[in-house]
Structures are given as structure tokens and as C-alpha cells.
């Protein structure tokens, strides 16, 4: 029980026995989970040409390095016979391309996630879900409603957990009027912040952001994560390295406790403030693995990234 004095003894005591600092012990442990799914989008955009091998091999260094899923998007991508890869093969042509040989080394070790956009039909954009080539599958609420409705509802539908791309804040409203109001999207939610990223015109289907600095990127980090909270708490957010930001995203969503993505499909750039580039996916993978290390977490597994999203282990 503690000791009643008077007012003047007890100020007495308190300048004989004064001690500035308390014990450490009494600041309560921080709410980061220590496990980080460190995800990688392997698309070479920044290149001239690449090949079906070339994704398989930059896949593969990364989930060997510990990565516990691979986003595979052939967009606007062109091989060496000058094919767009997008458009030029049937998507589940494509992606099985990639996804069996991954498959047949590291088997459910990892956990694929494709684009289904491309096609000339809805159903030709569905078919790589359809066809169990991917578990996890990005769409942004800002795509067109009758694409993008429709799509989650199939995602949904055959069991490939939908992720929502928000380039930027108005999107995050999209998806919650859209797609969660209406009781489309199932728990879980699981949130992919992309922003940071150059746009050639006004107005886009993905309208996007300016970050010219960590201010910004700090500024629009929070924003968002404040508003995506605001709908549920309990949604799972990763964040992409994109732009000039680089890892400096990725490094402040580790140190929040989100997720993150990391990969040359979104950024050419090593470091806001060089021009010099990334040799590899694996470089980049390396160094948000380390810097999760030091920020005290650890690469989650391909089950428990799994089970984050509310998806079965394999």
C-alpha cells in the first residue's frame, strides 16, 4: 500500500530520492507483429524484352531467399519474338508457363498471385483463377465497376483470395462502397498500397499520387492506412515499394507492422535519391529482408502468410 504523507514532507522526499528516469519496464512492448510477408512482384517493366525463363528464374531466387509469395503480371511485358505477353498468348498459356515449373521445385512453398486483366473476354481474364494457377489475385476498385465487381465476386467465388491494388485514397472508398458496403468482398480484407507511382495523364482508371519526398510518402502512407483501418480494423495491408520511394515505403510499412511487396514490376530505382538502379529482384528482396531484421521481425512462411489471409495451409 503506499505511504500517505503531507503535501510538504512528500515533496520533501520526492527531491531527496529524485530520479529522472523511470524503469524501462514500465513502457509496455510495442503492437509490431514480429512475422512480415515479404512478397515480391518478379515483372521486369523497366526492360526492353523478357521471357517466360526469365520470370521463373527471378521467382526463383527469391522464394529460395525466403520470400513467402510471388506476383507474376505479364502487362504490357514484350519477349524477344516481340509478343506481347499480355495479349499475344491466352493468359492461362501464359502463366502456366511460369507458375508449373515454380510449382514442380518448390510446390506449395510458396504462394502465387497472378493479374487477371487481360483477355478479350471476361471469362478469358477469370480463366487463370479459374484454373487454380494462383491463390492470390490483385484488383483495384478503381477499374471499371463491371469489370471490377464482378471479378471479385468470381475471385471469390473459386476460392482466390482477392487483393484490393489502391493507388491512392479515393480508391480505398471505392472498395469499401463497392465491394465491402455490398457485401461482396469476405473477410479477411487484405489491402495492397501502391502509390507513389508516375502517371502519364489526368485522369486514369487508377487515378495516382505525387511523393516527392519522405514527407510525402509518410503523409500519404498514413492517410491511408488510417482510412483502410476505419473500415476494419482487423484488415491485413501490405504495402509495394513503388517509385522513387523505393524501400523507403517498404522499410516505414515494416516499422508500422504492415506488410510489404517489394520487386523491379514497380520501381527501376534503388534509392529515392540516386539513379541507381536495382541488379536484381533478389537485391531488393535481400535488403527489406534485412531491414526487417533489424526493425526486429522475421519473413513469414507461405502457410503463415496463408493463414493471415484466410486461406487454408498447404
Known sequence: ???????????????????????????????????????AAVSGRFEDTTSFQAYVDEATTVIEAGACGVHIDFSFMTDAQGR??????????????VIEPLRARFGNDFVPNVNVLHGTTFDMCMSPARE??????????????????????????????????????????????????????????????????????????????WVSD????????????????KIDPTSVISVCAA????????????????????????TPWKYPNRDERLKSNLEMFTMARDIAGLLGRTPATANEYRALIGKPAR
Not at 528516469?21 to 512492448?29: D, R, S
Not at 516505414?252 to 504492415?258: I, N, R, S
Request: one cysteine or more; a negative charge; glycine letters at 8%.
Open 1 to 39: 500500500m503506499m505511504e500517505k504523507l503531507p503535501l510538504w514532507e512528500a515533496a520533501k522526499r520526492e527531491m531527496e530520492e529524485y530520479q529522472f528516469i523511470a524503469g524501462a519496464e514500465l513502457q509496455p512492448k510495442w503492437d509490431v507483429p514480429e512475422k512480415v510477408a515479404i512478397n
Open 84 to 97: 506481347r505477353m499480355d495479349r499475344d498468348i491466352l493468359p492461362v498459356e501464359a502463366y502456366k508457363q
Open 132 to 209: 487454380g494457377l494462383t491463390e492470390v489475385a490483385p484488383c483495384a476498385p478503381g477499374h471499371p465497376e463491371a469489370f471490377a465487381v464482378p471479378a471479385v465476386a468470381t475471385l471469390e467465388e473459386v476460392g482466390v483470395k482477392p487483393e484490393l491494388a489502391v493507388h491512392s485514397s479515393g480508391e480505398i472508398e471505392l472498395a469499401k462502397r463497392k465491394l465491402i458496403d455490398t457485401g461482396i468482398l469476405k473477410k479477411p480484407y487484405n489491402w495492397l498500397i501502391l502509390y507513389g507511382l508516375p502517371f502519364n495523364v489526368g485522369r486514369t482508371l487508377v487515378s495516382g499520387t
Open 214 to 229: 519522405a514527407q510525402d510518402m509518410t503523409q500519404h502512407m498514413f492517410l491511408m492506412v488510417d482510412q483502410i483501418r
Open 243 to 266: 517509385g522513387r520511394a523505393s524501400l523507403y515505403m517498404t522499410t516505414l510499412a515494416t516499422m508500422m507492422g504492415l506488410h510489404i511487396r517489394v520487386g523491379t514490376e514497380d
